[in-house]
């Protein structure tokens, strides 16, 4: 069975902090790994990973996916009370079709200013 | 800008009764995918649709039908609601473009509760 897990599950910094936020994943063909951000609604998408797109970076957000170990960080420096969200891992095989991405339960991320 | 929509932020309703939650998306897309999400277990798969006319069980089907008519709307039915369906219902688009393919984006999400 596919799984994606999140680490930690919460996390607590001071503004200004960097955090790394790490996930796993355990699928049976990897196509590519997404992570999102959640307010309070729907997730936004950040950045997508493949095979052929191993970093990615906006502002003060980046990821990076490690194939060999199967994981993928996301990174955030210089954190600001907007930051604080939910952040959420997913992973898509390549088994064919259009299934739905697998997710991980998330981070809960906390910016205290 | 990807636009996905869905019919109602807040619902309630009563136990036994027939549910239907809509989805509206205006990029084309040809994926739709409904998820409902519970703390604790994250976002969980309900059913997702390859095309007009086209659907597939995801990871939890059980009390749901879906109904994909138009290449636009993607329709959540619970047909006799019970109160283990109150949750956040999500629904998503995806591109098979190959520049875009994977990127998958969400509506706001319904909550739904059943009393």
């Known amino acids: 069975e596919d799984k994606v897990v999140q680490s930690p599950l919460s996390l607590v910094v001071h503004e200004g902090d960097t955090v790394t936020l790490n996930c796993s994943y355990e699928?049976?063909?990897?196509?590519?790994l997404l992570w999102y951000k959640q307010e309070k609604k729907a997730p936004t998408f950040l950045f997508m990973l493949?095979?052929?797109?191993i970093e990615k970076k906006s502002g003060r957000l980046s990821s990076i996916l490690d194939k060999k170990e199967l994981s993928s960080i996301l990174n955030i420096t210089a954190t600001q009370t907007g930051d604080s969200a939910i952040y959420l891992c997913a992973v898509v095989d390549s088994g064919g079709g259009a299934d739905g991405l697998t997710f991980g339960k998330g981070t809960h991320l906390i910016i205290q200013p | 800008d990807v636009k996905v929509t869905q019919s109602s932020r807040y619902l309630v309703k009563r136990t036994g009764e027939k549910v239907f939650l809509e989805c509206v998306q205006d990029m084309d897309h040809e994926n739709m995918f409904w998820y409902r999400q519970d703390p604790g277990l994250g976002l969980r798969l309900i059913y997702f649709s390859y095309d007009v006319k086209m659907k597939e069980k995801g990871d939890i089907p059980e009390g749901y039908s879906v109904s994909r008519e138009k290449k636009e709307r993607f329709s959540l039915i619970l047909e006799s609601a019970s109160t283990n369906q109150t949750s956040m219902y999500l629904c998503?688009?995806?591109?098979?473009?190959?520049?875009?393919?994977?990127?998958?984006?969400f509506g706001p999400g319904t909550r739904l509760t059943v009393t």
């Open positions: 493949t095979s052929s797109g």
């Open positions: 998503a688009s995806r591109s098979l473009s190959r520049d875009r393919v994977n990127e998958q984006y």
């Open positions: 699928v049976t063909n990897f196509r590519s």
